[in-house]
């Protein structure tokens, strides 16, 4: 019995290391949502958490797309667990910050993206978030200069765009006219690619 039991240990160890890994779950969910199938995307998400519940890019990765699937509160829970384990995650407070203003939680989402921008100064997506929000709040002011950050640190034609309308709605048609002109150039790239969320 000893003998069978040990000429059977290779191979079970060998079918051991053939089963995937927490980071082999992440990367067929990434693959899973890049080709279109986030219901196959989270089963893999869920899977790479279950192996690994350490495993936060897992937890942000599955934020992502429960935020671009509506499912909002589900994308909260798994961004403050991210944020819970690593307070110093920029990424995730850029992308906590959209769930809550989603959901019209304007105040905390300023907050997240605040703390966002203290953590990486120079990301210009969250310059542009925060704009958003100021613009749905009617502070303008702030809004305009969030839009100009992001223009400083990386010109697109959306932020032009953007920034052109926040000016018409301060009765400024100069100054919306030229931002909507710029929108035109072509030398410049057409979106920022903002909603990346944490990738």
């Not at 053939?18 to 998400?45: C, F, H, M, N, W």
């Amino acid at each position: 019995m000893k003998k069978i039991l040990l000429l059977a240990m290779p191979f079970l160890f060998a079918a051991c290391t053939t089963l995937p890994t927490s980071s082999e779950y992440l990367v067929r969910g990434d693959g899973y949502y890049k080709d279109g199938q986030p219901e196959k995307a989270i089963k893999a998400y869920n899977k790479a958490i279950a192996l690994n519940p350490d495993n936060l890019e897992a937890y942000a990765s599955r934020g992502s797309i429960h935020f671009f699937e509506g499912h909002f509160q589900l994308a909260q829970a798994d961004f403050e667990h991210v944020l819970q384990v690593n307070p110093y995650q920029a990424d995730a407070y850029t992308a906590y910050g959209s769930v809550l203003a989603a959901q019209g939680d304007f105040q905390n989402a300023l907050q997240a993206l605040t703390l966002a921008m203290q953590l990486k100064p120079t990301k210009p997506e969250n310059y542009f978030s925060r704009a958003g929000i100021y613009f749905m709040l009617g502070q303008y002011e702030d809004a305009i200069n969030d839009y100009s950050g992001v223009l400083a640190l990386s010109p697109a034609a959306e932020v032009y765009n953007a920034r052109g309308a926040v000016y018409l709605k301060m009765g400024k048609k100069d100054l919306a006219e030229k931002d909507f002109e710029m929108a035109k150039n072509a030398k410049i790239p057409a979106t920022l690619n903002v909603y990346s969320m944490i990738k």
